[in-house]
C-alpha cells in the first residue's frame, strides 16, 4: 500500500506549530540574562572584563610568589598573562566561527566542539564550579572585608562575628541580583574596575612606601620538600584564580550587536586589550613590589602585611568591598541564566518576574549559607584553581580550537594550542 500524501490542512498546521514554537523560543530568549540585550558598546566588555578578572585574588599574588620563588613566580605570572591572552583571543574569535550562528554561552560552544551530550558533561560542570566557587569566595572576601574596614576603623568598639557581616554583604545581593541582564549591571561593574585598579594600586605603593623589612629572606618557608612542592601548586592555582575571566568571555561578547559587515569580534576585542592592559598594571606591581618588600612573610592578603596607615588600609577594604559586590554579580549571571533556561525550557515554568525572584533570592541565600557556614572557603582556591579555573581559562579554549578547526599537523598553531 501506498503512503498517504500530507493534506494542505496538516501542512498549515505543521507551518502554524513550527511558527509559534519559533516565537515561543524568542520569547523566552528575549526574556533570558545572556541573550536580552545586544547593544552594549566596546567599553563595557573592557569594564565587565576588567571585574571578572581582577577579583581579590590579586591581594594573595604576593603570598603566591612566596611559595613559588623570584625565577619561577615570575615565569609563571608572565606565562598565565600571555598564554590567558591567547586563549581569550581564541573564546572571542569562536563566538561567531559559524555564520549566522552566535556561541552566547561557554557550553554552546564545547556542545559545538565535542558534541551536544559530551559538550555539556565536559564544559557545564566546570563552569558552574568556577562561577558558585567564586560567589561563595566573593561572599567571604567582602564579609572579611567589611569586618577588617570596621575594626581599623572602631579599635575600640566591640568585635562582630564575621557571620553578621557576611549577612550585611549578602542583604546588597538581595537587591542587584534582580537586575536582568548584563548591561543593567554595567554601572556597577564599572565601579567595581574602578576599585580594582584603586584598591591593586594602594596595594602596591603602601608596599613601596613601607621599604623593604629587616632580615627579609625571599627562600621557601616549608621545612619539608613535600610541604615546599604542596605549596608551589597551591601557589599555581591561586594563579589559575587570578586569571579566570574566560567563564564569563562568550556571555560578555554575546552582549554586543553584531552584523556580517560588523562582527562582535572587533568590539569585544579592543575591549579585552584594554582589559588586559589593566590586569597587568594591577598584577605585576602588586606581586612583584609586595614579594620584594615582605619576602617570605608575606600575609596571604597583601593588606594585612601592610596594618599603617590606618585610614588607607580602611579605603582600601572599602575598595575591595565595592569591587567584590561587582564581580559576583558577573559570575552570578551567567548561573541565574543557567538556572533560568532549565527551569523555562525544560521545566516549562512560564517566565515571569516572580520566578526570576525566586530563583534569585534562593542563589544569593545559598552562596551567603555556604559562606557562613566554611569561612575558610577561600584557603580551597588552590584546589578550585587546579580543578576548575586552570581547564576553562588556560586549556580547554585551545582543546576547542584543535577539534573545530584541525589545524595542519606541526604548524604553528597546531604547536602553540599543544604547548598551551
Partial sequence: MGTQSQTPIDNNYLKNATEEE????????????????????????????VTAMVGAGVLSLPYAMSELGWGPGVTVLILSWIITLYTLWQMVEMHEMVPGKRFDRYHELGQYAFGEKLGLYIVVPQQLVVEIGVNIVYMVTGGKSLQKFHDTV????????????????????????????????????????VMSLSYSTIAWAASAHKGVQENVEYGYKAKSTSGTVFNFFS????????????????????????????????????????AYIVVALCYFPVALIGYWMFGNTVEDNILISLEKPKWLIAMANMFVVIHVIGSYQIYAMPVFDMIETVMVKKLNFKPSMTLRFIVRNLYVAFTMFVAITFPFFGGLLGFFGGFAFA?????LPCVMWLAIYKPRRFSMSWWANWVC
Avoid at 24 to 49: G, V
Avoid at 239 to 259: C, D, K, M, R, W
Avoid at 391 to 395: K, L
Fill in 154 to 193: 572602631c579599635d575600640s568598639c566591640k568585635k562582630i562575628k564575621l557571620t553578621f557581616f557576611i549577612m550585611i554583604f549578602a542583604s546588597v545581593h538581595f537587591v542587584l541580583s534582580h537586575l536582568p541582564n548584563f548591561n543593567s549591571i554595567s554601572g556597577v561593574s564599572l565601579a567595581a574596575a
Fill in 391 to 395: 581547564p576553562t581559562t588556560y586549556f
Fill in 235 to 274: 601557589a599555581l592555582g591561586d594563579v589559575a584564580f587570578a586569571y579566570a575571566g574566560h567563564n564569563v568571555v562568550l556571555e560578555i561578547q554575546a552582549t554586543i550587536p553584531s552584523t556580517p559587515e560588523k562582527p562582535s569580534k572587533g568590539p569585544m576585542w579592543r575591549g579585552v586589550v584594554v
Fill in 22 to 49: 519559533l516565537q515561543r523560543q524568542k520569547a523566552i530568549n528575549d526574556w533570558l540574562p545572556i541573550t536580552s540585550s545586544r547593544n552594549a558598546k566596546w567599553w563595557y566588555s573592557a569594564f565587565h572584563n
